[in-house]
């Protein structure tokens, strides 16, 4: 089953808008961790947020949030003030677990600003 | 400086051939991964090296055999490629479990 779904193949956002990426989970582990990263369409993987499973608020970083609704079992990443340089590829990913080195990757939703 | 850097950036080689990739990574990490990126853009762990020691190895055909001769340096060698292998190959490190990942730029192979 997967582990990370991402529903969004892509998105088209106007500039300076907010735009909202969906990221469902599954796992039964009380302790994990939810990545968000970017790839432009130079190809590099870039980190944008961490949130922990037993982080209490919200993680924010800049203009990326992340919106952590744990009984539903969604990290949804909210842009703010979109620019042409977030057109991007951004990926969901899960570490689970106390002992899992290695993260479980969302499908990933294409972003698309336009001016 | 680049954090994780890996060589080459493109591969293009026949069917059959034997290659290598080469990643080095300069922040003082204890784990290295092996990521492939297929044509859909999904990304899936190979391998991962923590102080120099195999912890995982993920379903994948025993042609590719990744080496780590020291913490800082994970490579990948591939023998008798096939065209299924053509992909983007990521290198990645974290210093401790559960910390952000650094990447390396990718390498894109292309079996021809």
């Known amino acids: 089953a997967q582990k990370i779904t991402q529903t969004q193949p892509g998105m088209f956002v106007q500039e300076k808008e907010a735009v909202t990426l969906d990221c469902t989970y599954d796992t039964s582990d009380q302790s994990y961790g939810l990545f968000w990263y970017k790839q432009p369409s130079s190809g590099e993987m870039i980190f944008l947020i961490y949130q922990g499973s037993y982080d209490e608020q919200n993680a924010t970083e800049g203009r990326y949030s992340l919106n952590f609704q744990k009984a539903r079992k969604s990290a949804n990443l909210v842009i703010s003030a979109s620019q042409l340089g977030d057109s991007a590829m951004y990926f969901c990913a899960m570490r689970e677990g106390f002992n899992d080195y290695k993260l479980s990757f969302g499908a990933g939703t294409t972003v698309t600003v336009r001016a | 400086d680049t954090a994780v850097s890996q060589t080459p950036k493109y591969l293009v080689t026949q069917m059959g051939n034997d290659k290598s990739i080469k990643c080095e990574q300069n922040l003082g990490h204890d784990t290295m991964y092996w990521y492939k990126q297929d044509s859909k853009k999904f990304l899936k762990i190979m391998f991962s090296?923590?102080?120099?020691?195999?912890?995982i190895n993920e379903t994948v055909p025993n042609r590719f055999s990744p080496k780590s001769p020291d913490k800082a340096h994970l490579n990948l060698h591939i023998n008798s490629l096939e065209l299924g292998d053509s992909a983007v190959y990521f290198c990645a490190s974290s210093q401790d479990l559960g910390e952000k990942l650094f990447f390396g730029s990718g390498t894109q192979l292309s079996v021809l």
């Open positions: 090296y923590n102080n120099k020691e195999l912890i």
